[in-house]
C-alpha cells in the first residue's frame, strides 16, 4: 500500500507500510515493532474516534498562571481494535487531534469471542474472559456476557467497549469513578490485559528488544 499524500516514512515499520511490505494492521501490530506514526495507522485501517472528557487544566510559571486543555479520546474499528489517550494543548482543538494521534500510537487487538458460560460458543460479540485494569484509585472488571445482554457499564465505558467491539459485557468499578479520565483509562487497561493474554511469547520478546 503507498504512502498517504505528503507523509515521508521515518521509522522501519512505516517504511515497510508505506513499501507495501506490510498490508494490514494485524501484521504491523504483530511484527513487533512499536507503531510511532499515525499516518501508518491511517494507512491501514480506518478508525472512528470518541472524545470522552475535555478539561481545563492550570500551572503555575515564572511568567504566570498557563491555561491549557487536557482531552481524553479513544479511537477504534468497532471490530477488536481501540487506542486511548490524553492530549494537551493551548486550543481544544489542538488538544483533540493530539490526543487522536497518540491513540493510534496505543492500538491494540482485543481478542473478541463468546466467553459467558451461558453462551453458545463461535461468536464475537463480547470478551473470552473476565479482564481487570486499573488507573489510579479506579479498578474496572469486565466480564463476557451472553449475546443480546448488551453492555451493562456506566457511559464512560461503555463508550470504550463499543468502540472496541465489544457488543456484550457485565462491567464493575471501584473507586473514584467521577473521575472520566481514570475510568477511561482503567477500561482500556482492561482491555489492554486481555490483549496481551493471547500475544505469542516469540513477539513480547521481539517487543522487548525493540524497546530496550
Known amino acids: 500500500m503507498s504512502a498517504g499524500e505528503g507523509w515521508v516514512p521515518q521509522t522501519r515499520l512505516g517504511k515497510q507500510v508505506a513499501d507495501g511490505d506490510v498490508s494490514s494492521i494485524d501484521d504491523a ?94 461468536g464475537n460479540h463480547s470478551l473470552i474472559r473476565n479482564a481487570e485494569g486499573t488507573a489510579g484509585s479506579v479498578r474496572v472488571e469486565v466480564r463476557p456476557a451472553p449475546k443480546g445482554l448488551g453492555l451493562a457499564a456506566a457511559e464512560t465505558p461503555r463508550n470504550v467497549l463499543e468502540l472496541a467491539g465489544v457488543e456484550d459485557a457485565w462491567t464493575k468499578s471501584h473507586g473514584n469513578t467521577r473521575t472520566t479520565v481514570n475510568l477511561a483509562k482503567a477500561t482500556y487497561n482492561a482491555l489492554e490485559n486481555a490483549a496481551q493474554a493471547r500475544v505469542p511469547e516469540r513477539v513480547r520478546e521481539r517487543q522487548r528488544e525493540v524497546n530496550r
Open 29 to 122: 501490530l504483530d511484527s513487533g515493532l512499536p507503531l510511532k506514526e499515525p499516518e501508518l495507522v491511517d494507512q491501514l485501517v480506518t478508525l472512528e474516534d470518541e472524545v470522552l472528557d475535555i478539561n481545563m487544566v492550570q500551572r503555575m510559571t515564572d511568567s504566570g498562571r498557563r491555561v491549557k486543555f487536557r482531552c481524553v479520546v479513544v479511537v477504534g474499528d468497532r471490530d477488536g481494535l481501540i487506542g486511548y489517550a490524553q492530549g494537551r494543548d493551548d486550543q481544544v482543538g489542538g488538544a483533540i487531534e493530539k490526543a487522536i494521534d497518540i491513540a493510534k500510537l496505543n492500538l491494540i487487538r482485543v481478542p473478541l469471542g463468546s466467553g459467558s458460560w451461558e453462551d453458545r460458543p463461535g
